[in-house]
């Protein structure tokens, strides 16, 4: 079976700009969780999907949103990046309770 | 309050020497235990899980951990390191009959591995 797999892997931006992150779970997987991963916060929730819906939330401005497809891949956006965006950014799929992540997206925001 | 606590930052053992890697949970009940380990730059992969039973766990790459109901611990060892393992090692919760969504992860423990 196919892991977890996330576009890009990395991506340079500007401050101001926007970013739209993608991941494709692993097959009859239907749920995703997003997370942000810096060396000072360490490993961070964004949200979580489930059927197209968001089903948790973590304690992140509203400028970071994300949504699910049908076919359960999932998108994260961050629009107006700031510096501190700058962030490994990490997709995890799941059937219930243990998660598979993919390799990370890694952002950076000059 | 809920948390997970893993209390060595960076942990430094000699190639062959044998490991344990400490977590304690606080949470009102036994939730589900996994650890996850991390190389550099790349993304979470999980070496084992506990969610009832034997309380001595095998996971992949030689790993173990032992459930402790009485300490709330859920501590990850290995007879003999290998320098491979040098990595991060995350301790995670999910409480029970919930979801992965609502995992909750220790900050890690940096492996180093002396030749």
């Known amino acids: 079976k196919a892991g977890v797999t996330q576009t890009p892997r990395y991506l340079i931006k500007t401050r101001g700009q926007q970013v739209t992150l993608s991941c494709s779970p692993i097959?009859?997987?239907?749920?995703v969780s997003w997370y942000q991963q810096t060396p000072g916060q360490g490993l961070q929730f964004l949200f979580e999907?489930?059927?197209?819906?968001?089903?948790n939330k973590g304690n992140f401005p509203g400028r970071f949103s994300g949504r699910q497809f049908s076919n359960s891949r999932s998108e994260m956006n961050v629009s107006t990046l700031e510096l501190g965006d700058s962030a490994l950014y990490l997709c995890?799929?799941?059937?219930?309770?243990?998660?598979?992540f993919g390799p990370g997206t890694r952002l950076t925001v000059t | 309050a809920q948390s997970v606590t893993q209390p060595d930052i960076h942990i430094t053992v000699s190639e062959g020497a044998s490991l344990e890697l400490r977590c304690n949970y606080s949470y009102g009940a036994t939730p589900y235990l996994f650890w996850y380990v991390q190389s550099p730059g790349q993304g979470l992969q999980l070496l084992l899980k506990y969610f009832s039973g034997d309380t001595l766990v095998q996971g992949i790459k030689g790993f173990e951990a032992e459930f402790k109901r009485s300490q709330s611990s859920f501590n990850l060892r290995k007879p003999s390191v290998h320098w491979s393992d040098a990595a991060e090692y995350f301790c995670a919760v999910v409480p029970r009959n919930t979801n992965a969504g609502k995992s909750t992860f220790g900050d890690g423990t940096t492996l180093t591995v002396k030749p």
């Open positions: 097959s009859g997987h239907r749920s």
């Open positions: 999907y489930f059927s197209e819906t968001q089903r």
């Open positions: 995890a799929s799941s059937l219930l309770y243990e998660q598979y």
